[in-house]
């Protein structure tokens, strides 16, 4: 209004504040999209994120690193992840989430054909997560017992399942911590793990990966995921 009256120094003083107000909308335009624009780039990288994960799972059979793994079928050599070649019984489905929690990095444990030759790449690639199962070194029953934590699981792969009895065929599943006292090693179904010296709690997992079983839920939640931000984005 100012520059449309007859004043024409108000006019010359409305036409200099001008670019001053056009900067102060722009920049209150940009800290308004400000948040939107940061949603944006974090849905867009979640997105990525579970594109690359679900690539892993089809490609590799899981999103962890596995170095070791990796480099010995790049290699020709013949080699499983633990978790992998083994599933969870039907029945022990109210066990699973602790299950996963119980075998935390073993899940990734390498089972090689020949031993020595990924003792031998496991070295050169200096540190890894991933365990190197030694077989002459398995001790335990080849068979599982009833009520113990590897009765939990099955597996055709003769390796697996002797690593199963080494680690589990002595843990007694029970029902709750008060009855850890009677097995010399046990696990309750409320997370506690005896294992003398040591008592430890596990958290239930939120995730399945064991098995084909655990691979397919897994994939299913992935694939969810990337519906839910597909979603979001469009």
């Keep these: 209004k100012q520059m449309q009256g007859a004043d024409e120094s108000a006019a010359l003083d409305a036409a200099q504040r001008m670019p001053r107000i056009y900067q102060s909308l722009v920049n209150d335009a940009?800290?308004?999209?400000?948040p939107v624009e940061e949603e944006i780039k974090l849905l867009e990288s979640r997105e990525s994120r579970l594109r690359r994960e679900l690539d892993d799972l089809d490609q590799k059979g899981s999103a962890a690193p596995s170095p070791l793994l990796d480099a010995l079928?790049?290699?020709g050599q013949r080699a499983d992840a633990f978790g992998r070649v083994i599933e969870v019984k039907p029945e022990a489905e109210p066990w699973w989430p602790l299950l996963e929690s119980l075998l935390g990095n073993k899940r990734g444990a390498v089972l090689a054909e020949d031993f020595k030759a990924a003792w031998d790449q496991a070295r050169r690639l200096g540190?890894?997560?991933e365990p190197l199962v030694h077989p002459e070194e398995i001790s335990g029953s080849k068979k599982a017992k009833a009520g113990t934590v590897a009765a939990f699981f099955e597996t055709k792969h003769p390796l697996a399942s002797a690593y199963?009895?080494?680690l589990y065929g002595d843990l007694v599943a029970v029902e709750k911590a008060s009855q850890l006292d009677s097995p010399s090693r046990a696990f309750s179904k409320d997370g506690w793990l005896k294992d003398p010296p040591h008592r430890q709690h596990f958290q239930p997992a939120k995730e399945f990966t064991i098995g084909e079983e655990g691979l397919r839920r897994l994939r299913t939640l992935r694939q969810d995921e990337l519906a839910e931000v597909k979603e979001e984005l469009a």
């Excluded at 940009?30 to 400000?34: D, M, S, T």
């Design 73 to 75: 079928k790049s290699r």
């Design 127 to 129: 540190h890894i997560d």
């Design 164 to 166: 199963l009895q080494h």
């Design 30 to 34: 940009r800290e308004r999209l400000r």
